[in-house]
Nanobody, 114 residues
Framework: QVQLVESGGGLVQAGGSLRLSCAAS????????MGWFRQAPGKEREFVAA????????SYADSVKGRFAISRSNAKNTVYLQMNSLKPEDTAVYYC???????WGQGTQVTVSS
């Protein structure tokens, strides 16, 4: 049974930083690319960042490029999202996902106050 558990969300002031974690179990984590997505109230879920199985390739949405950094530890079965220079528009529930599968975490709330 695949399980993804996000953590690290919270309330932060604009300009601040947070580091999200997504711990995976139930699959050979290192075989898969991983992604972070987010969903703000009243909006559709959107792509934030992705990382290849080896960590050698990353991609970002234009809205977070230069501010967010995705990384992974295959030894710890964990993917991270370092979020810097946070803006109020980054407020959303953040989800991790295994590749393009239907395996999602439960989400972690990030709230950025102005």
């Amino acid at each position: 049974q695949v399980q993804l558990v996000e953590s690290g969300g919270g309330l932060v002031q604009a300009g601040g930083s947070l580091r999200l974690s997504c711990a995976a179990s139930g699959r050979t984590f290192s075989n898969y690319a991983m992604g972070w997505f987010r969903q703000a109230p009243g909006k559709e879920r959107e792509f934030v960042a992705a990382i290849s199985w080896s960590g050698g390739s990353t991609s970002y949405a234009d809205s977070v490029k230069g501010r967010f950094a995705i990384s992974r530890s295959n030894a710890k079965n964990t993917v991270y999202l370092q979020m810097n220079s946070l803006k109020p528009e980054d407020t959303a529930v953040y989800y991790c996902r295994i590749g393009s599968t239907d395996y999602w975490g439960q989400g972690t709330q990030v709230t950025v106050s102005s």
